[in-house]
């Protein structure tokens, strides 16, 4: 059953990599607006250098965890600016949540998504309305929560989480940005949608529609 969870998990991985390589130019023009223009090359480097990494992996023997702790040194590695270590913290944090899983059942894929956010936040010391990722990483969580709470069945799951993610995702075009280079635009950071929120819903569309 474990080998099984864990080629997902890398299908996981590949996924997302594709998602935001073919959405790398959008992600770019995105930070152009409010940063440096380098978000979709960053993001796009990051995840390369993760499925580089995972393709090595041993499915047999790995576990989750140790996916997940692959994911987050290879992340790092390859991306030295603020973005490296925000999802380097988030996938160890998942590492640790997934520890001792040897299933991608419904309940662990709800853990995946609610340790990511903390781990977002804990690094960042952001919260929701900074104008950051965090604003489709919490919300995203919330809504796996409740999900699970009522019990619904994995496409609903799974609809829900996107949802709230691209609800969040959305909300930060009448956001100020507080946090990272976007700050030093102050007002004239709203209209513009957070190329970290914009790159999250990727990651999360890609994980719904490998994982469910």
Not at 8 to 15: T, W
């Amino acid at each position: 059953m474990s080998e099984i969870a864990v080629r997902r998990l890398i299908e996981m991985f590949d996924a997302i990599s594709s998602d935001i390589g073919a959405e790398r130019d959008r992600l770019s023009e995105l930070d152009g607006a409010i940063g440096d223009a380098d978000h979709g090359i960053t993001m796009a480097i990051g995840f390369s250098a993760v499925t580089s990494e995972l393709a090595r992996t041993d499915a047999s023997s790995a576990e989750l965890s140790s996916v997940m702790t692959a994911a987050a040194s290879a992340f790092l590695n390859a991306v030295g600016a603020s973005t490296g270590p925000l999802y380097a913290t988030a996938f160890r944090r998942a590492a640790q949540a997934l520890e001792g899983c040897d299933a991608l059942d419904l309940g662990t894929c709800a853990l995946l998504v609610q340790s990511i956010a903390p781990g977002i936040r804990e690094r960042g010391k952001g919260q929701r309305g900074d104008k950051t990722m965090l604003d489709v990483w919490l919300p995203a969580a919330d809504a796996a929560a409740q999900a699970i709470a009522a019990g619904k069945p994995a496409d609903a799951f799974w609809a829900d989480v996107t949802a709230a993610a691209q609800n969040g995702a959305n909300a930060t075009r009448s956001m100020v940005a507080t946090k990272g280079r976007a700050a030093r635009l102050g007002e004239r950071s709203l209209g513009h949608m957070d190329p970290g929120a914009a790159s999250a819903v990727l990651i999360i569309g890609a994980m719904a529609r490998t994982l469910r």
